[in-house]
């Protein structure tokens, strides 16, 4: 009865028969197109400028597809040229050089050999969806210019006469932007974003706002992503947390300004509470248009105040939880006041001029009455927050902790081992769990939390702060977190933070083999893409790991990490006829690219030898797209029965 219940009910989309008959015929010829290309990037951390470019070149996709088309015709230096123009349509536009072509005729060949690229980028597209692709402004003339027979001398002419219109009405430069913001979608077909989309830097705003623009995207959480959640979902931790690595990397003003936080009330306690200490003078990677010289002493201050009051924070978390196992971290009450030292582990070290004063003898993790109104005001802004409400709920729709797509396990961090390789438990509130059930346990709680909004942390907010933190959070993969250490010991060997034995182990084949097969994922094609630690290159380390079941594609988009990487990130691309992984150099200026005339941005390795090419029909698409062609024919079926 409910089987049939629903036949009827799909029935009523199709008016008669030979509706379901092009509908099945339709979804059949979908599933035998190649498989569209998908890019793989992670740990962007407010790297805009990165972030854009890799977008608009389609991680060299976007030139290598012109080299494909053109090689014959052109020579190497016009197809760079002409790579450029496709990436950087406006700034080309207005460059110099151009300046000094545009007449006429340019602009009719130009536009014909951008109508030209765009057929041969839509091969892998059926016409609808190449429709939904196009500028609704232009998607008529862009259809009967893509679409016209030119070997009839008729259609010549009337093809011509469209690109003379466009020019006499002053139409055409609008129009080469458009074509190219179309090539450049059709030269990537999803985004896969494997976390950490925040901090570091201050562009996370405009790299939100372009991927809740994107045609096709998902997202896997990050610890700083999480970071960012929770404090949007009532962790008060994380939210002090964000803002003090705000502070620490100079961007603070910048979040104030974007998102009207209130700081007032911080910067008067820090101003009137804190010294400088050279500790806490903010480590500018990349200078804001709101930083400069005479803020370094404010940040400094409010920096400290926003560490003490983490600390603090943390600590009552610590104290309200104590299944998170997490008490080696309670270091506030281990400070000796008088001495101006510290017990960590047996042995005592002296603090780096520690502000005592801030601390109560009586209960070191209270927060002073200022310090709370401080917190209170921070949150209320927070939350309130118009661009942040907006932000977060994106990462919550279109977010998860891992995702399997095409046969592939995405996460940002790790999956929690034991020393031996096998998969480590978490106990969530009596409930040990472990691999994949571990995992949907965690997004279970963070949705929880983010329903709720809790003002007072319940378990699901506190996992949220935990999840940033915690030694058994899959999201980030160390025993400890040891900014207290660091801040304030000069013996940096008790700031050392252990990794989860999943980093060692992760070069291992059988291990990889052993956490797919925990997603059931048994194919020999499986393979693992990760993020979260920056592969460092410049000592040979290759992201590639255990015989191919692993890819590491964090190697430092953000200048913060490119000392230690000794370059700006990887990509991955998977087309339909496999794995290629993207080598990015550091990103210039749009005008370096003008002054080379070429991107030399990136480099491309081959990893998959396979060369049998995937179709639609191999894809999570095409399952899809199965189940939908298995209902129609039993609709088809329910429909001649039933006469």
Known sequence: ??????????????????????????LEAIQNLPKGTELYLS??????????????????????????????????EKMDEFNLFISYPEEALKNSEYAQKKDQDWYMQMIRDLIDFMQFCAVKYTRSKLRKALPEEY?????????????????????????????????????????????????????????????????????????????????????????????????????????????????????????GLNLRPLFLFAEEQ???????????????????????????????????????LEGQTIKRRPDFDMDDRLLLDKIDLDKKQIEIDGKSYPLN?????????????QLNAEEAHIVQTLMESFQQSEKLIRYMGFLLK??????????????????????????DTFTFEGEALKGKAMLDKFEEYIRTAASSRQETEDYATDLLWYSWTGKKSPLFGRDRMTTFERYYIDDKSVAKENRNPYFQLRGNEEVMLNILKAFDLDSPDAKVINGHTPVKAKKGELPVKANGRLVVIDGGMSAAYQASTGIAGYSLINNSYGFQIVTHQPFESVQALFDKRKDETSLKQIIDGKLERRLIKDTTIGESLQEQIDDLQQLLYYLKRKK
């Not at 080299?67 to 052109?74: K, P, R, T, V």
């Not at 995702?403 to 020393?419: A, D, F, M, R, S």
Request: charged content about 25%.
């Open 139 to 259: 998607s008529y003339v862009i259809e009967e210019l893509l679409y016209t027979d030119m070997s009839q001398n008729e259609k010549d002419l009337y093809y011509n006469n469209i690109l003379y219109r466009l020019i006499s009405l002053g139409q055409a430069e609008t129009f080469m932007i458009k074509l190219c913001q179309v090539i450049q979608r059709l030269v990537i077909d999803h985004l896969h974003l494997v976390g950490d989309i925040f901090d570091r830097a201050s562009g996370e705003k405009i790299v939100m706002e372009r991927l809740m623009t994107h045609h096709s995207v998902d997202i896997q959480w990050g610890n700083h992503d999480i970071l960012w959640m929770g404090a949007m979902y009532g962790s008060k931790a994380n939210l002090v947390t964000m803002l003090r690595i705000a502070a620490r990397y100079g961007y603070l003003f910048e979040l104030e300004k974007t998102y």
């Open 1 to 26: 009865m409910k089987e049939n219940k629903y036949l009827e009910l799909l029935n009523e989309k199709f008016e008669h028969p030979e509706a379901i008959y092009t509908e099945l015929i339709n």
């Open 274 to 312: 804190y010294g400088i200490h050279e500790n806490f003078k903010p480590k500018v990677v990349e200078p804001t248009n709101t930083f400069q010289e005479e803020s370094e002493e404010l940040l400094t201050k409010v920096h400290q105040a926003l560490a003490i009051i983490q600390f603090k």
């Open 398 to 423: 279109e977010g998860s902790m891992y995702l399997v797509y095409n046969g592939q396990l995405l996460y940002h961090g790790c999956i929690p081992l034991t020393e031996s390789g096998e998969l």
């Open 353 to 365: 001029d520690f502000p005592i004063n801030q601390i109560n003898a009586a209960d070191p993790y």
């Open 43 to 76: 740990d962007v951390h407010g790297a805009d400028k990165a972030f854009n470019h890799i977008l608009k070149t389609g991680a060299g996709n976007l030139r290598e597809k012109i080299g494909s088309y053109f090689s014959d015709e052109w020579t190497t």
